[in-house]
């Protein structure tokens, strides 16, 4: 820290993204990217956008929003689009919470929630998953304050029904519930559909995960046009052009090409159940995911050692060095053939116990 930085970040810990190693051809499982290709009408049109570059973006993203509108059946004053559902996520804590609505979440979730939290100086309350990882929403408190829930939530790939989220929204009228639906192509149900009927609800997705485009940083969130026009106050406070003219243009192809992308988050599936099985088989205790991760734990080899010695052998999941998680590991999946890797290796490392 240098002797200029402001008092108001000095106790400030960032959030740690996963490794992006540039030394190794790593098969990379630790940080929930799509192992396909973004499809061929995204790169044409990321290839004919960049001709375009000396004019600046459109502030109010209407091409990407009407085709989001289109495509989920909502009115584009519903969407506001983000540099990365990260940025949604961040205005989302500084437009609905403050020192007396304050945040919650569960004590195991999306690693960037109290970083938001700490960063704009808001309050939050951690509500302790059950000794199952799962998330029961009897444990949340009844006062006022924004709920921030990832479904499914991150790293344990535990999915919420509609049916439930929806009873949630009756009770907490008084408060906004943010879904991050970062892996709800995945198998989950989106609460897209009911945003209509729910002035309290705030849908936040990504471009990152199922639609191959982690690089190129997208994300939308959708809910009632006030909810929204909240969140356009704290965007044009801090940039207008937060969703440059490529990564645009690459969303409304993506959008045009979903039968691909729900093809590829079949296979995902596909391949997760089999990893799932395969790893139960070895021992593995593994939560039911609808998500393109899985998190496992093994009596017969701690999370962090797990890690370690499968990057030596070339791969790498994501350990969490926390308390009630440190005995797992975090595993994207990735293709048949990357799977099948991962538990050769994983089956060598066990027998060397
Ligand atoms: C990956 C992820 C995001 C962030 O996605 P970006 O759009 O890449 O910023 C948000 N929430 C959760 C739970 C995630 O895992």
Same mark, same amino acid.
């Given at each position: ?6 008092? /108001? ?20 499982? #630790? ?14 049109? @990321? ?32 969407? %506001? @689009? ?32 109290? =970083? ?28 006022? $304050?924004?709920?921030?829930?990832? #479904? ?50 705030? =849908? ?21 046009? !006030?909810?929204?026009?909240? %969140? ?10 937060? @969703? #440059? ?23 995902? !599936?596909? #391949? ?7 790893? /139960?088989?070895? $021992? ?49 999946? $990735? ?15 066990? !027998?060397?116990?």
């Amino acid at each position: 820290m240098s002797r200029f930085f402001s008092s /108001r970040y000095a106790g400030l810990t960032p959030y740690t993204p996963g490794e992006q190693p540039q030394e190794r051809k790593y098969i990379k499982l #630790n940080t929930n990217e799509s192992p396909f290709p973004p499809s061929p009408g995204v790169l044409k049109a @990321v290839s004919e956008e960049s001709q375009r570059l000396q004019l600046y973006s459109d502030p109010e993203s209407r091409l990407l929003r009407g085709a989001l509108a289109k495509h989920y059946g909502l009115q584009t004053e519903q969407l %506001l @689009v983000g540099n990365g559902s990260d940025e949604l996520l961040n205005f989302a804590f500084m437009a609905f919470c403050d020192e007396n609505c304050p945040a919650i979440f569960p004590d195991i979730t999306y690693g960037f929630y109290p =970083v938001y939290a700490n960063l704009n100086h808001i309050p939050y309350q951690e509500i302790p998953l059950r000794e199952d990882l799962s998330f029961s929403f009897e444990d949340l408190p009844d006062r006022k $304050g924004t709920v921030f829930l990832a #479904n499914p939530n991150a790293p344990t790939g535990i999915a919420k029904s509609v049916t439930e989220i929806e009873q949630l929204l009756q009770k907490r009228q008084d408060s906004v519930l943010v879904v991050d639906e970062a892996y709800v192509d995945f198998g989950a149900e989106s609460v897209l559909p009911i945003v209509n009927r729910y002035d309290n609800l705030l =849908v936040i997705q990504t471009f990152s995960k199922s639609r191959s485009m982690a690089g190129a940083r997208l994300g939308f969130a959708a809910g009632c046009a !006030e909810l929204i026009r909240d %969140l356009n106050t704290l965007k044009y406070s801090t940039n207008p052009y937060n @969703v #440059n003219r490529m990564t645009s243009a690459a969303g409304i192809a993506a959008l045009q090409e979903d039968a691909y992308y729900r093809e590829n988050a079949r296979i995902i !599936e596909e #391949n997760r159940r089999f990893t799932t099985d395969a790893l /139960r088989e070895l $021992g593995f205790f593994v939560p039911d995911s609808k998500a393109n991760f899985l998190f496992a734990r093994s009596e017969r080899v701690n999370g962090g050692k797990l890690y370690r010695d499968l990057k030596e052998r070339g791969i790498l999941v994501r350990h969490f060095d926390k308390p009630r998680i440190k005995d797992y590991v975090r595993i994207t999946i $990735g293709t048949r053939e990357q799977m099948e890797a991962l538990l050769k290796e994983i089956k060598a490392i066990l !027998e060397e116990q």
